[in-house]
């Protein structure tokens, strides 16, 4: 399988309870990843991450979804073609 370039934004609300669950799953696919920026947005009460990675479709779906089921996480992807 081609490997593809994506875009993931992870929205992270309740930051104390999801971070360490955010945190386990993007070391756990550290391989992939090729830069993370993440910024607090405390007027909203929430934490934003950004991801680029670099992987087959089925690592980058591998990632998105263990993200997206932690409560209080919401995330999207753009994959390259």
Known sequence: MQNRIAVIGII?????NAA???N??????ANIIVGRMGIPYHERGL???SLIVDGTTDEIGALTGKLGN???VKVKSAITL
């Open 12 to 16: 992270v609300g309740q930051r104390e």
């Open 20 to 22: 360490k669950h955010v």
């Open 24 to 29: 386990a799953v993007l070391s756990e696919h």
């Open 47 to 49: 934490s934003v991450i």
């Open 70 to 72: 932690i409560p209080s």
